[in-house]
């Protein structure tokens, strides 16, 4: 079935200005779990592509990343859901790497590691990194209105609005795809 690539901060977990650094910090927002959970349990393959450079701004470790994956994963678990993968970038704005978004790393590690194509697959975040990643790939976009969405769809250009579909939360997003499907 159809892939579906997905931002973490401020898309499935509520996002801070602070950076989330811990499990403990790591707070599902009402209904992501359950939407993520809902397009695996009929079919579409699930991926997270996620930038955290608080890796490299030293706000927190690896063990302490694995640890708020590991809280994601239990408690999306618990519902019957499933992610194929977890893909982030580690690095910092200023190294220039080819895996932070908006350039297309991320995507083409999803699509290597998967062996399935991006282009036309479901990409829902809330950054104008997140669309711009999207668009690079011919994925097909849908800005969420949590997290930093409200201020990014502020910022979109009118060719962007047109390429772009525009919901309130994951929620939504996940009820449009699988009207999409057929559902």
Not at 7 to 26: C, H, L, P, T
Not at 163 to 174: E, F, P, R, T
Not at 178 to 183: L, M, T, V, Y
Request: proline share 4%.
């Amino acid at each position: 079935m159809s892939l579906v690539i997905i931002d973490r901060d401020g898309v499935i977990n509520f996002d801070s200005d602070d950076y989330i650094k811990s499990a403990e910090e790591w707070r599902a927002i009402p209904g992501s779990l359950e939407a993520i959970a809902r397009l695996s349990q009929t079919g579409f393959t699930v991926a997270v592509a996620t930038n955290q450079s608080g890796l490299a701004r030293g706000l927190f470790d690896l063990d302490d990343l694995e640890s708020m994956h590991a809280k994601f994963l239990e408690q999306l678990a618990a519902l019957g859901g499933e992610v194929a993968g977890i893909f982030y970038c580690p690095h910092h704005p200023d190294d220039k790497c080819h895996c932070r978004k908006p350039e297309p790393g991320l995507i083409e590690a999803i699509e290597n590691e998967l062996g399935q194509p991006a282009a036309g697959a479901w990409f829902v975040g809330d950054s104008l990194k997140d669309m711009e990643a999207a668009l690079s790939k011919s994925c097909r976009p849908i800005l969420v209105r949590s997290g930093k969405g409200e201020r990014t769809e502020a910022r979109l250009t009118e060719d962007m609005r047109a390429a772009v579909l525009i919901v309130d939360d994951l929620a939504a997003a996940a009820d449009y795809i699988a009207r999409q499907a057929g559902d």
